[in-house]
């Protein structure tokens, strides 16, 4: 499986950007595709997560701001990202869960600053 993420940048507090993530390959096999992101000196977090049934998950600190979906159960997936805050900055990485193996995309830059 390969990943291919796109629509990191920088951008003022309050503001938005969407990510996108289109996976390539055994695509078949994924069960779920979710965003990681690590932040300069921080662990790596999820983020946000999404089943190919369509099942979503969130991480506390952007429920309410953040939004994942997808148009098809193996189509790209997107992260929508509302109300940014400062503390979401970091590198923002588009993961992809099989039964056996856990995929993972270059990474895309977010940075929230004004």
């Known amino acids: 499986v390969q990943l291919q993420a796109s629509g990191g940048g920088l951008v003022q507090p309050g503001g938005s950007l969407r990510l996108s993530c289109a996976a390539s390959g055994s695509i078949f096999d994924i069960n779920a595709m979710g965003w990681y992101r690590q932040a300069p000196g921080k662990q790596r977090e999820l983020v946000a997560s999404i089943t190919t049934g369509g099942s979503t998950n969130y991480a506390d600190s952007v429920k309410g701001r953040f939004t994942i979906s997808r148009e098809s159960a193996w189509g790209p997936v997107y992260l929508q990202m509302n109300s940014l805050k400062l503390e979401d900055t970091g590198v923002y990485y588009c993961?992809?869960?099989?039964?056996?193996?856990?995929?993972r995309g270059q990474g895309t830059q977010v940075t929230v600053s004004s």
């Open positions: 993961n992809a869960a099989t039964g056996r193996l856990n995929y």
